[in-house]
């Protein structure tokens, strides 16, 4: 599986759901996909994103509220699985996309190759825990965990890829990232 | 100060999302806030990870407030300069300060000397709690929370709270 097509199914399928997106790649396949207010750019603070979604998540207990995150960013804050798993906020879905690599400093490995995040999420806690493979499997899996009581956690494992040189930054200053995000949230 | 009149004035500021790491300064008003029905307090595994967490509830619309030792400060630098101070994202810092006037175990004196020092490297206001100021220093916090937009610190030594 390659991580655009991932992206690009998880964009398509979102309706009104908060984005918390880890920094590096998939922040930045995200806004080039689908730019939307309700998508936290975290262009910083690598490892936070599952923390900052978390807070979130206990803020607004009505909104469905969705972690984009990465392989690196998990396993810098590992304590952040555990953190989810303890306080059960039915509406988070944490959604990793597992490329084994540091994709956006030159696909240096990480230990994810051999150390299954999967295994780790559920004894973490989290009530659903799933693991996609093969593409024709992803877009019900991820339904499915969209539908069901949470935190659900979905690891995606895809290719390691070129780095996301080609791919536009996101070209939002952060206070606008904010600024936007917060009246969507708001407004709601 | 007792820990419960404490307490009453960050609830009284308007601070609504509690979380952090313990100190044996702040042990009581911790045990308070894991008890208090008014306030939610998420205890946090490290003290980047509850600056994170306050950074979520104050997008979803909350007033937060982090409790840590000083020794956590240096794990949330990276939180601080790439998160909070570029997003305009405001937090309560109430740091304990271990390493006071030197006085302390040996792990924690040079944090003592540095940590108001490393608020000044990052531009992060701070004020000095004492038994006189506490009232004031927390609603200059919420001025400056709400007109800057970034976080500040207030550091506890042993001693104001009882």
């Known amino acids: ?22 920094n590096g790649r998939v922040s930045r396949e995200a806004f080039t996909l689908k730019d939307r207010p309700q998508n936290f750019y975290m262009i910083g603070s690598m490892g936070l994103a599952s923390s900052i979604a978390l807070g979130l998540a206990l803020a607004r207990p009505q909104r469905k509220v969705v972690i984009l995150d990465g392989d690196g960013n998990v396993l ?66 991820l339904e499915r965990c969209l539908e069901k009581e949470g935190p659900s956690f979905l690891l995606v494992k895809v290719e390691a890829e070129e780095g996301p040189e080609g791919l536009p930054r996101v070209n939002h200053s952060p206070v606008v990232i904010r600024d936007r995000f917060m009246e969507a949230i708001r407004r709601s | 100060m007792k820990a419960e009149e404490f307490l009453d004035l960050l609830a009284a ?49 909350k007033t937060p407030c982090v ?27 109430i740091v304990t300060w271990r390493g ?23 531009g992060l206001p701070y004020r000095e709690l004492s038994t006189k100021n506490v009232a004031k220093s927390i609603e200059w916090s919420r001025e400056m929370t709400s007109q800057r937009q970034i976080p500040v610190a207030l550091f506890l030594p042993r001693g104001v709270l009882e």
Do not use: W
């Open chain 1, 1 to 22: 599986m390659k991580t655009t097509a991932v992206l690009k199914t998880i964009m398509g399928t979102l309706r009104e759901e908060l984005v918390v997106a880890a």
């Open chain 2, 13 to 61: 500021a308007g601070y609504n999302f509690f979380t952090g790491v313990p100190c044996s300064i702040i042990g009581d008003l911790i045990l308070l806030l894991e008890k208090d029905p008014r306030i939610p307090y998420v205890p946090a595994v490290r003290e980047d990870v509850a600056v994170g967490l306050a950074a979520g509830a104050y997008l979803g619309g």
């Open chain 1, 76 to 141: 810098m804050n590992l304590g952040g699985l555990p953190q989810i798993g303890e306080l059960l906020p039915p509406n988070l879905v944490h959604i990793v996309i597992d490329n084994e690599t540091y994709g956006s400093t030159g696909s240096q490995a990480t230990i994810s190759r051999k150390i299954p995040l999967e295994k780790i999420a559920q004894a973490s806690g989290y009530p659903v825990v799933e693991k996609v493979t093969e593409e024709k499997d992803f877009k019900l899996t």
């Open chain 2, 100 to 122: 006071y006037k030197d006085k302390d175990a040996p792990e924690h004196l040079v944090m003592g000397k540095a940590c108001t020092k490393l608020m000044d490297c990052i």
């Open chain 2, 67 to 93: 409790l840590m030792q000083n020794s956590g400060l240096g794990q949330c630098l990276n939180a601080l300069t790439s998160l909070n101070l570029i997003y305009k994202i405001p937090s309560l810092l």
